[in-house]
Every structure is written in structure tokens, then in C-alpha cells.
Nanobody, 121 residues
Framework: QVQLVESGGGLVQPGGSLRLSCVAS????????MGWYRQGSGKQRELIAI???????HYEDFVKGRFTISRNDAKKTVDLQMDSLKPEDTAAYYC???????????????WGQGTQVTVSS
């Protein structure tokens, strides 16, 4: 069974930094895209950043210059380095991967369970 597990969330003061990590497990043999999303209270889930298998990354405007996404295919991980955090960054953060495994046919989309990030003084 394929699973994604996030870690690294917590409480941080405005201007501070956090690093989120997500690791995939299961009988995975190839990963296409890896991404991070977030969902604030009462809001829809939104894309933060996505990194493709060729290493090209896309960032939403509200995190450009503050967040950095990176991937390690050997470890099946995707990280999100978050700097200059703001109170409006408070949300549950979710990782997302499109991958091929021995569990299902074709490329499938998987989500982690989420990790809470709270930015407050």
C-alpha cells in the first residue's frame, strides 16, 4: 500500500523558518511530480509548489522567494523549505505525488495526511 507521510510542521514566529518533509513508501517504481499544497481554516486547498521529474519547479506567487521545494528520488522524499513565514501561511500542509507502483495500474495521485503549520507570535 502506497503511503505519504509528512513531518516538520509546528508553531513558529513570524519571520521564522520551517522545513517540511514528505516520504513515500510502498512498492513504488517511479515518481512523476511531487508537490505541496495547503489548506487554511475555512479555505480551499491550494497549490504551493510542484517539482517535476526533470527537476523543474513551479511556485505560486504568494511563496516565490520564500519557499523552496526539493526532491530526492532515491529516498522518495520531497521537502519544502519555508522562510520568512507570515501569519497568513498558517494552514495544514499536504504533500502530493503522482507515481507508478505495483499496487495499481498506471500513474496514480496520492496525498499525505497533512501537517499543521502555525505562524504566530
Amino acid at each position: 500500500q502506497v503511503q505519504l507521510v509528512e513531518s516538520g510542521g509546528g508553531l513558529v514566529q513570524p519571520g521564522g523558518s520551517l522545513r517540511l518533509s514528505c516520504v513515500a513508501s510502498g512498492r513504488i517504481y517511479n515518481i512523476d511530480y511531487m508537490g505541496w499544497y495547503r489548506q487554511g481554516s475555512g479555505k480551499q486547498r491550494e497549490l504551493i509548489a510542484i517539482i517535476h521529474v526533470n527537476g523543474l519547479a513551479h511556485y505560486e506567487d504568494f511563496v516565490k522567494g520564500r519557499f523552496t521545494i526539493s526532491r530526492n528520488d532515491a529516498k522518495k522524499t520531497v521537502d519544502l523549505q519555508m522562510d520568512s513565514l507570515k501569519p497568513e501561511d498558517t494552514a495544514a500542509y499536504y504533500c502530493n505525488m503522482g507515481l507508478w507502483s505495483l499496487e495499481e495500474d498506471g500513474r496514480q495521485d496520492y496525498w499525505g495526511q497533512g501537517t499543521q503549520v502555525t505562524v504566530s507570535s
